[in-house]
């Protein structure tokens, strides 16, 4: 599961402190309806792990106490967790902001066909991955067919508001590069989308999010069978922006496994490194009733370059508002 791990832990990456923890990023489970190659958490069909109802009721109290503002919900694709409805509905009724990192094919499948409703109603802000507009490429990465269920998930939302000025109902869209490279800047990158999207299919979106592959999981396992792995390190870490450090992601925001574990960032969940709070070395959700987490060191690795590389990556898209998709073999030896 940790293949990547010993690559990754010795590093010269600097070190970081928390802020005040702002978004907790929930996974609520790995299972989910594809498999895609870039996929960090290894998600799919035949996953089992999802958080059970006095974790999800703990959750609820931390936002509650804590008064945390956002909830960004992951998976797997977690409206496949029986309890997502209801941990929605919970947290928009504490005014807290909720992001649903959507695959956008899941609201097509059998029982979910009232999902995209169920979101507009709640207000919830949708972060669909969407690799890119060519049904070719998309398709390659994700799957056959995934391209053209995406569109029609897409086309729901829209139905509904999502993605209109002024609707109160945000969409947001997320790029990933085919392979080992950075993705390109994103403003132009989105101008792109939203024309492409617009002219063939009549998409609208509010954001394009443009992120960096993490050299984890899936992805990383691939890199290393394909001998790239070393390329793609040496491109990230060559890539380095230490103004990007003021706003990585972890700095407000921690993130919280099926079974309730704390970790700096998603990437470090998926790779095992735990977060520390306070004196506590294996920190659950339970102690952020005690602890703010403010002040205390975030554990860093070599994918950490990943968040700090051009044009930098983070939940919400770029840091910086310039970059180049520069890849493993131009320039950068393999």
């Not at 902001?97 to 979910?112: A, F, W």
């Not at 700096?264 to 703010?292: I, K, S, V, W, Y």
Request: hydrophobic share 40%; proline share 5%; charged share 20%.
């Amino acid at each position: 599961m940790h293949d990547t791990l010993p690559l990754l832990v010795r590093t010269t990456f600097p070190a970081l402190t928390r802020r005040r923890i702002e978004t907790l990023q929930v996974n609520l489970g790995y299972r989910c309806n594809q498999s895609c190659l870039h996929c960090h958490v290894n998600a799919g069909p035949n996953r089992t792990e999802a958080m059970d109802e006095p974790t999800l009721a703990l959750l609820l109290q931390v936002l509650r106490e804590r008064r945390i503002g956002t909830l960004d919900v992951t998976g797997g694709a977690p409206e496949l967790h029986p309890q997502f409805r209801h941990i929605v509905r919970e947290a928009r009724a504490l005014g807290v902001k909720v992001i649903d990192r959507c695959n956008l094919t899941i609201l097509s499948e059998p029982g979910q066909e009232d999902l995209a409703a169920f979101l507009a109603t709640q207000g919830v802000e949708v972060v669909a991955s969407l690799p890119c507009y060519s049904a070719g490429n998309v398709d390659r990465q994700r799957g056959d067919g995934v391209f053209e269920r995406s569109i029609a998930g897409l086309r729901a939302l829209n139905a509904l508001g999502y993605g209109d000025e002024g609707a109160g109902l945000v969409l947001n869209l997320v790029y990933n590069p085919q392979g080992p490279s950075l993705p390109p800047a994103q403003g132009p990158l989105e101008a792109d989308y939203k024309r492409e999207l617009a002219q063939h299919f009549g998409i609208r979106f509010n954001q394009l999010f443009a992120l960096t592959n993490m050299p984890i999981q899936r992805f990383g396992s691939t890199l290393v069978s394909k001998g790239t792995f070393a390329g793609y390190m040496q491109l990230l870490r060559g890539a380095y922006r230490p103004e990007n450090l003021e706003t990585v992601m972890c700095r407000s925001l921690v993130s919280v496994d099926w079974q309730g574990e704390i970790y700096d960032c998603d990437f470090n969940q998926m790779l095992g490194l735990r977060a520390r709070l306070g004196e506590e070395t294996r920190p659950h959700l339970r102690d952020l009733l005690r602890h703010d987490g403010a002040g205390g060191a975030i554990r860093v690795a070599d994918h950490c370059y990943g968040c700090t590389a051009g044009q930098g990556s983070s939940c919400g898209g770029a840091l910086v508002a310039e970059g180049a998709a520069v890849s493993v073999g131009e320039g950068v030896p393999a």
